[in-house]
């Protein structure tokens, strides 16, 4: 199990509930731009009691290998979580497959963090989860998004119609994988 992951410019952390002060720091400086791309959520989301029950209950399925998130900081700055990478819908043999999710701090965006961090997680995701194969959805006018997957090695399969809902309207999403090499 990988609880802590060093990159060139980043720590990936694995976190437990006693860190739900930090995660609610991060979520809410960056609820604006998230909402974009995600669906709706409700006040309570936005509590420390719903995200230290979030975060453990991410935490006990990391430790069943049926879940893996992990936090992200920059080595300078091990105070202020700037993103988050996750694999989750994991489903065993014979599929072998999980979804990757990402966020980034707007203030970090464009500075190859999120693909850093991304390419990261896919390795864990591989060895640790024993993947073969990693999906990812995004919306069509998400370029950053489209880039990051592109980068690191994502293929794009096709178009899932009205497959999210985001902001009370379903939205179409491409549909990316990448294979386990």
Request: net charge positive; hydrophobic share 35%; glycine share 6%.
């Amino acid at each position: 199990m990988y609880n802590t992951i060093e990159t060139r410019r980043l720590v990936l952390k694995i976190l437990d509930k006693k860190s739900a002060d930090l995660v609610l720091e991060f979520l809410k400086e960056n609820r604006e731009d998230f909402s974009k791309y995600e669906a709706e959520k409700q006040e309570m989301y936005f509590t420390k009691f719903y995200q230290e029950y979030i975060i453990q209950c991410e935490y006990d399925a990391t430790m069943k290998k049926g879940y893996l998130r992990y936090y992200l900081f920059e080595k300078s700055d091990l105070h202020h979580i700037i993103g988050t990478v996750s694999v989750g819908q994991i489903r065993a043999y014979p599929y072998c497959s999980g979804i990757i999710g990402y966020k980034m701090a707007v203030n970090k965006k464009n500075m190859g963090y999120g693909t850093e961090a991304a390419e990261t997680v896919c390795r864990a995701a591989f060895s640790y989860l024993g993947l073969h194969r990693i999906e990812a959805y995004v919306m069509d006018n998400n370029f950053a998004s489209i880039r990051l997957l592109e980068k690191c090695g994502f293929k794009r399969e096709g178009k899932c119609r009205q497959n999210l809902n985001v902001n009370g309207m379903w939205q179409d999403h491409f549909l990316y994988a990448k294979i386990k090499e």
